[in-house]
T-cell receptor, first 114, second 113 residues
Framework: GEDVEQSLFLSVREGDSSVINCTYT??????LYWYKQEPGAGLQLLTY?????DMKQDQRLTVLLNKKDKHLSLRIADTQTGDSAIYFC??????????????FGSGTRLQVQP | NAGVTQTPKFQVLKTGQSMTLQCAQD?????MSWYRQDPGMGLRLIHY???????DQGEVPNGYNVSRSTTEDFPLRLLSAAPSQTSVYFC????????????FGSGTQLSVL
């Protein structure tokens, strides 16, 4: 099946930029997502990008997509302690229209040090 | 607006017991799904439904049953719980057509002893 991979842990200092990376294998991916999960909570959609775009910016968040390399990144500018959470990359394949299922990475735990 | 509501938040079962995890949404979403989250493995799809009366299997359906008698509710049943089903379970829903956003419930932490 299709696969989504992320590094498991990232530590940054407050005020720095964070970059979380993700690679995927499905060349027919239509949408790619970033979800945030805070302790004891469900997943919250942060942002998403359609596969025909290469960049999307939303306030402190910048998503970059390199479709040729199947690489997705999430940059958080001016990282705050409230950004500490697990960040999941997910993709929805073009072949998956009926199931509407997302394939998730294993999540990157972002730790922000004061 | 409550969104996606899951109950219970926590549950401990003995091997062989049965239980139902409840999921309800008040957004008139046609698509509903159940995921399980295990350490280091991301989320894996168990079952999903594209509308009332329609259900189908996801990636890891064994040991779980679902039904969809109404648009609002999508319960997940464990008929005979096993320790391998110890996990955190998330229900998620979305609109049926071109809108891609999945809304998640807050999760049910299940331990099977």
């Amino acid at each position: 099946g299709e696969d989504v991979e992320q590094s498991l842990f990232l530590s940054v200092r407050e005020g720095d930029s964070s970059v979380i990376n993700c690679t995927y294998t499905d060349s027919s991916s239509t949408y790619l997502y970033w979800y945030k999960q805070e302790p004891g909570a469900g997943l919250q959609l942060l942002t998403y990008i359609f596969s025909n775009m290469d960049m999307k910016q939303d306030q402190r968040l910048t998503v970059l997509l390199n479709k040729k390399d199947k690489h997705l990144s999430l940059r958080i500018a001016d990282t705050q302690t409230g950004d500490s959470a697990i960040y999941f990359c997910a993709e929805r394949g073009g072949k998956d229209t009926g199931r509407r299922a997302l394939t998730f990475g294993s999540g990157t735990r972002l730790q922000v040090q004061p | 607006n409550a969104g996606v509501t899951q109950t219970p938040k926590f549950q401990v079962l003995k091997t062989g017991q049965s239980m139902t995890l409840q999921c309800a949404q008040d957004m008139n979403h046609e698509y509903m799904s159940w995921y399980r989250q295990d350490p280091g493995m991301g989320l894996r799809l168990i079952h999903y439904s594209v509308g009332a009366g329609i259900t189908d299997q996801g990636e890891v359906p064994n040991g779980y049953n679902v039904s969809r008698s109404t648009t609002e509710d999508f319960p997940l049943r464990l008929l005979s719980a096993a320790p391998s089903q110890t996990s955190v379970y998330f229900c998620a829903s979305s609109y049926s057509t071109s809108r891609e956003k999945l809304f998640f419930g807050s999760g049910t932490q299940l331990s099977v002893l």
